[in-house]
């Protein structure tokens, strides 16, 4: 059986995160991995879509409505669909700390709720959530876990009415970086602690949530050690995403190596790899089916590729978002499903 969903997107922020002129790179403009994108093909098959991050050079946040519109225009003419948009909560806002600081986390999220309302008016988006993070450090948020993990959820919740008042959802991004969700059980706690299932949810990224497997600025949280085996393996991601999974509304597609990496303003984080790196520790395939389970009734209509600092000569490839497609369309293959059994984010459209 050949499945329809979920469509297939590919992000734009590869251009964009760790590049720019205070990294090793410069940035790749939109319109460029918008043609990269649609110049990749598998017999005969295309991506379907892509997600947007809300940031120069690629979409200002405080973009016009004109503009907005002859940007979707743009898009889908390449006969794209928009799914998930990245808010930039980072450069002036922080879920922690400084009350400025935490307006301003609001701030920009209802500026990309706003994005994404127009979006969806146009016509080009009609599934697809906001991507946030703490915008903190494991660092920063150790110093008083409890009072700060109390103070994220607060933020987020405040940024959550605002998105559940325009149909909008949150998806936290499970990230070794991100101060409060830098392990499973933290992002589980905050979660918990936020506790508007509706609204707000986990993105869970195939190579970021294996480094949360070996602990990675959370020791005491890891479930395996160096040289594990494969049953022990099993067993260690059943347990993460037997977790984690009621709460995803948002995944990604990637591979990693088990090394960390970080680039430009960005910090170290998991590494993203080429689909077919032969370092991979990950059976793309087979990892993504624990995540996909169950996918429609929580309202997961695509799934998005995302390999974050691969180097610019990489992604200029052309075979390289083939390579990447074709693994997309196996992991559809063998988790997908069709049109009818989709529920809820129809609903939200």
């Known amino acids: ?12 922020w590869p251009g ?7 990294a090793e790179e410069p940035a790749i403009d939109l319109d460029t991995m918008l043609r990269l994108t649609a110049a990749a093909e598998v017999d005969g098959q295309k991506f379907d879509g892509v997600d947007l ?43 922690m700390g400084e009350v400025a600081k935490r307006d301003k986390y609001v701030e920009a999220v209802e500026k ?13 988006r009609k599934y697809g959530v906001i991507r946030i993070d703490s915008a903190c450090s494991p660092e920063a948020w150790s110093a008083d876990p409890q009072a700060n993990q109390e103070q994220i959820a607060e933020t987020i919740c405040r940024a ?36 508007m299932p509706e609204t707000v949810g986990f993105q869970a990224d ?23 085996s494969e049953a022990e393996f099993a067993a260690a991601y059943r347990q ?16 990693n190596d088990g090394s960390v990496h970080g680039s430009g303003s960005h910090d170290k984080t998991g590494r993203h790899c080429p689909a077919d790196d032969p370092n991979g520790k990950l059976d793309v395939v087979a990892a993504s089916g624990y995540w996909l389970q169950d996918a429609p009734a ?28 074709k693994l997309m369309l196996e992991v559809r293959q063998a988790h997908g499903w069709g049109a009818a059994t989709r529920t809820h984010a129809s609903e939200l459209a």
Not at 162 to 182: D, K, P, Q
């Open 160 to 195: 959550a009415q605002v998105a559940a008042a325009h149909g909008e959802r949150l998806a936290a991004e499970g990230e070794i970086c991100w101060g409060g969700m830098h392990s499973w059980r933290d992002m589980l706690n905050l979660l918990q602690l936020v506790n």
């Open 53 to 95: 991050f809300l940031y120069d050079p690629h979409i200002n946040i405080d973009i016009s409505d004109d503009d907005l519109m002859r940007l979707a225009d743009k898009i889908a003419g390449y006969g794209f669909a928009v799914g998930s948009l990245v808010a930039p909560i980072w450069f002036e806002g922080c879920a």
């Open 16 to 22: 964009l995160v760790g590049k720019g002129p205070d």
């Open 206 to 228: 195939l190579a970021h949530t294996y480094l949360y497997l070996l602990g990675y600025n959370s020791p005491e949280n890891a479930l395996l050690q160096p040289g594990y």
């Open 240 to 255: 993460m995403t037997d977790a984690l999974r009621p709460w995803t509304i948002d995944f990604h597609v990637a591979q």
């Open 112 to 124: 990309a709720v706003r994005i994404g309302v127009k979006l969806r008016e146009h016509g080009v």
């Open 298 to 325: 929580r309202g997961i209509q695509h799934i998005c590729w995302d390999g974050c600092m691969f180097p610019n000569a990489t992604l200029m490839k052309t075979e390289t978002w083939s390579t990447i497609l």
């Open 1 to 12: 059986m050949s499945h329809s969903f979920p469509k297939l997107h590919n992000a734009m």
